[in-house]
């Protein structure tokens, strides 16, 4: 079966602690995404990849870090410096412009 | 940076209703991409638009890219119950070309609410 998984769905982390969200796709895609949302929102951007060991900032980067070492991993470490963690984690894939997402991760910081 | 606005922000019909909802853009878009997002899930591609003047149908739904490339459709017949949710239109401006290869702009999304 193809497609995008993450992992855990739900997350709960206490406050000053670093946390990684997982992000893995079957789907032999090159691009590799991030976004945030928060209730009643819109998606935004945190960080994308377009090809493994190599990745470029989104709209709203600070406070967390990426990787892309395999083509089909792509985890997002939320930081102690991101002010307001909580929130709906997606990752998406893409080849091409359209892209795919998966289930999302919740993540609430207590 | 880039904005699209999207209308309505919510809408409330009876079952049965057509629904329409739209995107416009500031500027020129290559691709135009609508969604639909169910309550804590992530969003699931409806209609993906390459071309300006496309139409594009999937079952009750139909899309369409606008003739100046700044807008975009999305039509659901015969609404159902469990046509309930979030719709987002999202697409690649002709100026987020070269690093910003597949680097979306995203609608803040329709709210559907369909009664019974």
């Known amino acids: 079966d193809g497609g995008i998984t993450q992992s855990p769905k739900y997350l709960f982390r206490k406050e000053g602690q670093n946390v990684t969200l997982s992000c893995e796709q079957n789907?032999?895609?090159?691009?590799m995404y991030w976004y945030r949302q928060d209730p009643g929102q819109g998606l935004r951007l945190i960080y994308y990849?377009?090809?493994?060991?190599?990745?470029q900032k989104g709209d709203i980067a600070e406070g967390y870090s990426v990787s892309r070492e395999k083509k089909e991993s792509f985890p997002l470490t939320v930081t102690s410096a991101q002010k307001n963690p909580t929130a709906f984690y997606l990752c998406?894939?893409?080849?091409?412009?359209?892209?795919?997402f998966g289930p999302g991760t919740r993540l609430t910081v207590l | 940076g880039q904005q699209l606005n999207q209308s309505p922000q919510s809408m409330f019909i009876q079952e049965g209703e057509d629904v329409s909802m739209n995107c416009t853009s500031s500027?020129?878009?290559?691709?135009w991409l609508w969604y639909k997002q169910d309550p804590g899930e992530g969003p699931v591609l409806l209609i993906a638009?390459?071309?300006?003047?496309e139409l594009t149908s999937n079952g009750r739904l139909t899309a369409q890219f606008g003739i100046t490339r700044k807008d975009s459709f999305l039509n659901i017949s015969a609404s159902i119950p469990s046509d309930v949710g979030i719709y987002f239109c999202?697409?690649?401006?002709?100026?987020?070309?070269?690093?910003?290869?597949?680097?979306?702009?995203f609608g803040q999304g329709t709210i559907l609410t369909v009664h019974p």
């Open positions: 998406a894939s893409s080849m091409g412009d359209t892209q795919y």
């Open positions: 789907l032999n895609h090159d691009a």
């Open positions: 990849s377009q090809i493994v060991n190599d990745f």
């Open positions: 500027s020129i878009f290559n691709t």
């Open positions: 638009l390459y071309k300006a003047g």
């Open positions: 999202a697409g690649r401006s002709v100026n987020a070309g070269g690093t910003s290869y597949g680097k979306l702009t």
